[in-house]
């Protein structure tokens, strides 16, 4: 049975001085005579007045090119039509290659999905691809490329040769037991598996830090009433999205903005002044501050520099975890710079802002840079490595003990279904459901 040819427009609806409509399957070269009245030479942009036969009338005058699969991006015939960028053009051309037989709009995500059954990439690609037209900072795109370009793949399939090797070596001992196989084979299989568990110890330790750059990191401000929290988030966002009042327990829940600071995704929380009050509105305020700052990846505490060392002192039990930054702000009102670790900063003149960014942007950098080559950027790449990691140390305890070789070679076999799990490479249906789910139509 003959597969669907699909279509879809891959560039984003709206007026724009391009847009691009793909065509891909056994009669995408097929739809584009319809439309042309040829197929231009293979991977070259061609100019074409593209018609509608049925009706006489001329859709467009555009750039054409034809990628003849399997050498294409998604593994089969391949059509790309650089249309004109209104939104009566792509709909023109679409509506006419919906009347062509075998032609139909393309699903969420099905030129990627097609580009991975057809062994073009694997899922980790496809994830670094949704990662890359996701990206909204400067860090996500960088992290986003090393993966949809086969940093996380090759460092998997570095992983598996090292499995399918010891393997191997198992196996020769198991099938071959009077042969006279070197006791040093051994050995070196032990040394290659604790090796391998040591990277990936490495990888899962790191692996958290490779989602916060994916999803971007929590930032709580926390302090008292009027220590200048609203403040700092509206400086930070450049906008005002919080309001700033004189009155103590204006801001009684939790405000959230997305920001690119220094070129990290974050997420940043104002929350209600920390203070003992009858008022229960604002008392689950106070509960909600603290429950965000517990969960945040980084707390700004923040405290009021004409306090003095009263206002600091009320805040130092919020500073004993690593992930907290101290914050004197309305360091204009005051004499000298604030005590260290406290940071004075002004957003109403500006005094100490330099000093404050770059520290934020260390402490951001900290919790995100240290990524390796291998980024496990979902909690799946985690649960896999995980479960291959438990079966390598499975197997090293059953070499050291003694145990039959055959139960270490199973658990070799465990351990590099794991990884093939993360590649795309047994049966994950379900699983390529929710991925190509997420993507965009046309992508």
Not at 117 to 125: A, E, F, M, Q, S
Not at 229 to 257: C, F, H, P
Not at 408 to 428: H, K, Q, S
Request: glycine share 8%; hydrophobic share 45%.
């Amino acid at each position: 049975m003959e597969q669907d040819t699909i279509f879809a427009p891959a560039t984003a609806p709206g007026r724009a001085a391009l847009a691009v409509v793909r065509i891909s399957g056994p009669r995408a070269l097929e739809a584009l005579r319809t439309l042309t009245g040829d197929v231009p030479p293979a991977r070259r942009l061609s100019l074409r007045v593209l018609r509608d036969s049925s009706r006489e009338e001329v859709l467009d005058e555009a750039m054409v090119a034809a990628f003849p699969g399997p050498a294409s991006a998604t593994g089969e015939d391949l059509v790309e039509l650089h249309l004109h960028g209104g939104r009566a053009v792509v709909a023109a051309v679409c509506d006419r290659l919906a009347t062509l037989p075998g032609l139909r709009i393309a699903d969420p995500g099905e030129f990627t999905r097609r580009a991975f059954l057809n062994d073009r990439i694997d899922l980790t690609r496809a994830e670094g691809i949704l990662d890359l037209v996701d990206a909204e900072t400067d860090a996500q795109r960088r992290q986003a490329v090393r993966q949809a370009t086969g940093g996380l793949a090759a460092a998997l399939d570095g992983w598996r040769e090292i499995l399918v090797t010891a393997m191997a070596r198992l196996e020769a001992f198991i099938d071959f037991p009077d042969e006279d196989l070197p006791d040093s084979l051994q050995t070196e299989i032990r040394a290659g598996l604790s090796s391998l568990d040591a990277a990936m110890a490495a990888a899962l330790a790191e692996g958290s830090r490779a989602e916060l750059v994916r999803e971007g990191l929590r930032i709580a401000i926390v302090g008292v009433p009027n220590a200048g929290k609203s403040s700092l988030l509206n400086w930070l966002a450049k906008r005002d999205v919080a309001i700033v009042s004189a009155t103590a327990g204006t801001t009684r829940d939790v405000l959230e903005v997305h920001l690119d600071i220094n070129g990290y995704a974050a997420t940043v929380a104002d929350t209600a002044g920390l203070r003992e009050t009858p008022d229960e509105i604002e008392a689950e305020g106070v509960r909600r501050a603290l429950a965000r700052a517990e969960a945040a990846d980084l707390t700004l505490v923040l405290a009021d520099a004409s306090d003095g060392e009263a206002g600091r002192d009320a805040m130092r039990p919020y500073l004993v975890q690593e992930s907290a930054l101290a914050i004197a702000t309305k360091i204009d009102l005051v004499e000298g710079p604030a005590p260290a670790p406290w940071i004075g900063l002004s957003t109403r003149t500006g005094a100490g802002t330099e000093e404050f960014l770059t520290a934020l942007g260390t402490a951001m950098a900290d919790r995100m840079d240290r990524v390796g080559s291998v980024a496990l950027t979902r909690a799946r790449h985690r649960d896999a490595v995980g479960a291959a990691r438990a079966a390598v140390g499975r197997c090293l305890e059953a070499l050291e003990t003694g145990a039959p070789l055959e139960i270490a070679a199973e658990d070799l076999r465990i351990a590099t279904a794991a990884l093939g799990r993360i590649l795309g490479r047994v049966d994950v249906e379900e699983l390529l459901d929710r991925i190509f789910g997420e993507f965009c139509l046309g992508k």
